[in-house]
């Protein structure tokens, strides 16, 4: 027998579910057992089996047979369990057998549709709380302050845009998929009330729903493949030895002796290109200092004024933002220093640089060697 698996309905559509698996069944598919997107059939001869999919927290049963308690009374069938998932236990009956009222009365109905209304909302609650304690967590363990984490997903949108729009679609996609159905089961919750009988043939789902879900699953797939690609520019080479624009050289402040090796990721550089700017990660050491340096050149200049408190708040070695001290420099939009860490600004190009303490440099001679880097994107080194 050939195992086979295909998607099924979610689990607020009860009666689509039920026509599905009946379906499958007169192709020769017959059901073994229901994942969390897609159940598992077996090849077989086609039957005319009818499935029926009772709501209740557990369904006792033996592991072939349901027990009669699953069932309304005085109902003769010789139904099979096949399979539960969650709330939802499936049953299977031959054809041509009586096929029993799963609930006794309406009431009962609303009440086995009132727990799996009850699921959904905490599952519509679930990316909430799951976002709350993810922040909760990195605020404690991380020591960051809300603005120091707002700085860090502004740069995550800096450097890797595609990796927030995945993460913000799968949240959306998610909730919307836990919306969607409660107002599903509320609406079925209101025609029981109404004595309209539970339809077990319903009529497929609106085209527009397939459709969403379509363009999303594209979505997805275009948007990881942008992170793999992300990934893997972001591989390192060997850092040149002069004309490294826009990065600036330990060589561009003076310091002229031979580099060091020890260490694999020391003397690289990594770049990278999204739509909303260039990045440039460099990293430098020689004998007597060590330089590592973040290039970031912006797309869009809007997010220029906010990108300096962000690369201020991210800072490594202070948090305050009093400890930056701004320098006028010619030819620099703004310069700040907070002692080995310098921030400067040329349009919409930025530079972070971590440099090794000297005594006999200062920040003004760091900013002076930067503004001597060519401002014509032409001339600037990409590594390939």
Same mark, same amino acid.
């Given at each position: 027998?050939?195992?086979i698996y295909r998607l099924h309905f979610p689990d607020d559509a009860i009666g689509q579910n039920e026509a599905f698996y009946s379906s499958c069944a007169a192709q020769g598919l ?92 905490? +599952?519509?609650?679930?990316? %909430?709380?799951?976002?709350? =304690?993810?922040? #909760? *967590?990195? !605020?404690?363990?991380?020591? @960051? ?55 077990? +043939?319903?009529?497929?789902? %609106?085209?527009?729903?397939? =459709?969403?879900? #379509? *363009?999303? !699953?594209?979505?997805?797939? @275009? ?162």
């Amino acid at each position: 027998m050939k195992t086979i698996y295909r998607l099924h309905f979610p689990d607020d559509a009860i009666g689509q579910n039920e026509a599905f698996y009946s379906s499958c069944a007169a192709q020769g598919l017959h059901l073994v057992k229901r994942g969390v997107y897609f159940s598992r059939f077996v090849s077989g001869p086609p039957r005319k089996d009818l499935y029926r999919i009772l709501i209740a927290p557990s369904c006792p049963n033996d592991g072939s047979q349901p027990a009669n308690s699953c069932f309304a009374p005085g109902e003769e069938a010789n139904p099979n369990y096949i399979s539960s998932h969650g709330l939802l236990h499936i049953f299977r009956f031959p054809a041509h057998s009586a096929i029993p009222v799963l609930y006794a009365s309406p009431q009962q109905q609303v009440a086995a549709f009132r727990i799996l209304q009850k699921h959904t909302l905490w +599952q519509c609650l679930g990316p %909430f709380l799951s976002l709350a =304690i993810y922040i #909760g *967590l990195t !605020l404690m363990f991380q020591h @960051l302050s809300v603005t120091a984490l707002w700085a860090q997903i502004l740069l995550v949108w800096v450097e890797a845009p595609a990796l927030l729009f995945l993460l913000a679609l799968l949240f959306f996609w998610l909730l919307g998929n836990h919306l969607r159905a409660l107002v599903s089961i509320s609406q079925q919750i209101h025609r029981i009330k109404q004595g309209v009988p539970f339809d077990h +043939q319903p009529p497929q789902r %609106f085209p527009v729903e397939r =459709i969403i879900h #379509g *363009l999303c !699953l594209i979505a997805v797939v @275009l948007l990881s493949a942008s992170c793999v690609s992300y990934v893997l520019q972001s591989q390192p080479v060997a850092l040149p030895q002069k004309n490294a624009s826009p990065c600036l050289l330990l060589a561009d402040l003076g310091d002229l002796s031979a580099r060091q090796d020890t260490l694999s990721d020391i003397n690289t550089l990594t770049h990278t290109s999204s739509f909303v700017a260039e990045v440039w990660q460099g990293r430098e050491e020689t004998k007597e200092q060590w330089l590592f340096q973040t290039v970031i050149d912006l797309h869009h200049p809007s997010l220029a004024p906010h990108l300096t408190d962000a690369l201020k708040a991210n800072s490594i070695f202070s948090k305050n933002a009093s400890s930056w001290k701004s320098y006028p420099v010619p030819g620099l939009t703004e310069a700040w220093c907070n002692g080995i860490e310098y921030i400067a600004r040329r349009g919409n190009c930025y530079w972070v640089l971590t440099l090794s303490p000297d005594t006999h440099r200062s920040p003004q001679d760091v900013f002076a060697a930067l503004t001597t880097l060519p401002e014509d994107r032409r001339l600037w080194y990409e590594p390939m």
